[in-house]
């Protein structure tokens, strides 16, 4: 009887730790809330396929712009593209390449978003609690209709009770660390923080067709 009764404790315990596992942190909640918003707002704007004719992309790259700019740091995300050389960076610099990354995130969106066409999406709660529960990665997988599913990782930052996007992957590629190698590549080239912001646009807009190439290849 007594091995029946430990027995029975020990299944119970075991229980209870796995509804913990199970349960999903209010912090990567309140993150996945976010996203899930967005998204759906980016696909309900994906639905007007006129925005997608050449005529109308400055159209589509403002309607994209102030979908996405509320949710994501640009400030932060640049400072991590800048990586290590954000510390030799004067705040005018870092304040100009996170309103020159913007740009270009917001070009980078807006052509992913003319070339695909989502026909649903899930969103797959983690599988462990974040060591940092301001930090937050929340796995999007997106199905096109074409039947093609991609796997998309958005890690937000809690900034100030806002969830924030600071970087993104897609189907592996790490965005923050492919513009973080294009960033240190140029500074080599030219040994001047603000010379590769100077031509940053110009630089990357190669890089941000390979990104996309990439993804849908």
């Known amino acids: 009887m007594k091995k029946l009764h430990t027995a029975g404790w020990v299944f119970l315990l075991s229980m209870l730790m796995s509804l913990k596992a199970l349960a999903v942190e209010p912090e990567w909640e309140a993150a996945r809330k976010v996203v899930e918003e967005t998204t759906e707002k980016v696909i309900e704007l994906m639905e ?9 992309r400055a159209r589509l790259q403002a309607e994209v712009e102030s979908l996405v700019s509320p949710v994501i740091d640009f400030y932060g995300f640049g400072r991590g593209v800048m990586g290590r050389f954000a510390r030799s960076a004067t705040e005018e610099e870092l304040q100009r390449f996170a309103d ?21 999406y899930n969103i797959t709660p983690p599988r462990a ?32 009770g806002n ?52 993804v849908e290849g």
């Open 100 to 120: 020159v990354l913007k740009t270009t995130l917001i070009r980078t969106y807006s052509l992913a978003v003319s070339e695909f066409a989502v026909r649903e």
């Open 48 to 56: 007007d396929r006129s925005l997608l004719q050449d005529e109308n």
């Open 163 to 214: 969830w924030m996007l600071v970087n993104v992957a897609v189907e592996g590629i790490n965005l923050r660390l492919t513009f973080q190698n294009q960033f240190a590549d140029m500074y080599q080239r030219s040994r001047s923080v603000s010379a590769v912001i100077d031509n940053w646009e110009e630089r990357v807009a190669s890089t941000i067709a390979e990104v996309v190439e990439d």
């Open 129 to 160: 609690p974040s060591p940092q529960p301001d930090m937050q990665v929340v796995n999007v997988q997106l199905t096109s209709t074409a039947g093609k599913t991609y796997n998309i990782l958005y890690y937000m930052r809690n900034i100030d």
